[in-house]
């Protein structure tokens, strides 16, 4: 079953501008992952944050998670027509190979 | 460096013929491999993983089969496919024995369309 769910399902912006989705999921977990998937490819991991970390950045991507709120954010800053994919949250609940996807979030963005 | 090849790229098939997927990852030995389904739209849906060869764990009960015949080989099997089997399937490798941090791999994909 999915754990995450993204928020909000599609997103359109124009080149330059940050760009901000969010993840929440149910069940205490070892780790969350972002990962992005160009249209009709396979996934691409991004960044994995750990459940004791609370903030980490990779290039012009910054990740939070609040396992208080259950909850993680991604945010694209200075975003490139390069950037316009569908964005996943992943999962780790304890169970060492296995991840479970949410439905993703579209990103669009616009030269 | 590690590659994962998935073929066929794209697969048009009739309703009650057989179905074959491969699978392949170069460059690791003993890795997690896994296949996923996608739906158009949708979020990917874990369907088959295995840990070692000849050791797969279904996720959900279905009409597929998977078997792992060596290391790095993971092939998807139906015997009878129905329309609900279209979709895309994706193939992912993790590190074995990798512990809690697990990044996936992933492969192409391959799109199937069930008429």
């Not at chain 1, 754990?3 to 359109?12: I, V, Y």
């Amino acid at each position: 079953s999915q754990q995450g769910e993204e928020d909000p399902q599609a997103l359109s912006i124009q080149e330059g501008e940050n760009a901000t989705m969010n993840c929440s999921y149910k069940t205490s977990i070892n780790n969350l992952q972002w990962y992005r998937q160009n249209s009709g490819r396979g996934l691409v991991h991004l960044i994995l944050i750990r459940s004791n970390e609370r903030e980490k950045h990779s290039g012009r991507l910054r990740v939070t998670l609040d396992t208080s709120k259950k909850s993680s954010s991604l945010l694209i800053t200075a975003s490139l027509a390069a950037d316009t994919a569908s964005y996943f949250c992943a999962t780790d609940r304890f169970q060492g190979y296995k991840l479970s996807f949410g439905a993703g979030t579209t990103v669009t963005v616009r030269a | 460096s590690q590659t994962i090849h998935q073929w066929p790229a794209t697969l048009v098939q009739p309703v009650g013929s057989p179905l074959s997927l491969e699978c392949t990852v170069e460059g690791t030995s003993n890795p997690n491999l896994y296949w996923y389904r996608q739906a158009a739209g949708r979020g990917l849906q874990l369907l088959f993983y295995s840990v070692g060869i000849g050791q797969i764990s279904s996720e959900v009960p279905q009409n597929l089969s998977a078997s792992r015949p060596q290391d790095r080989q993971f092939i998807l099997s139906s015997k009878k496919l129905l329309l609900s089997d279209s979709g895309f399937y994706l193939c992912a490798w993790s590190p074995g024995l990798a512990g809690p941090y697990n990044e996936q791999f992933f492969g192409p994909g391959t799109r199937l369309t069930v008429l």
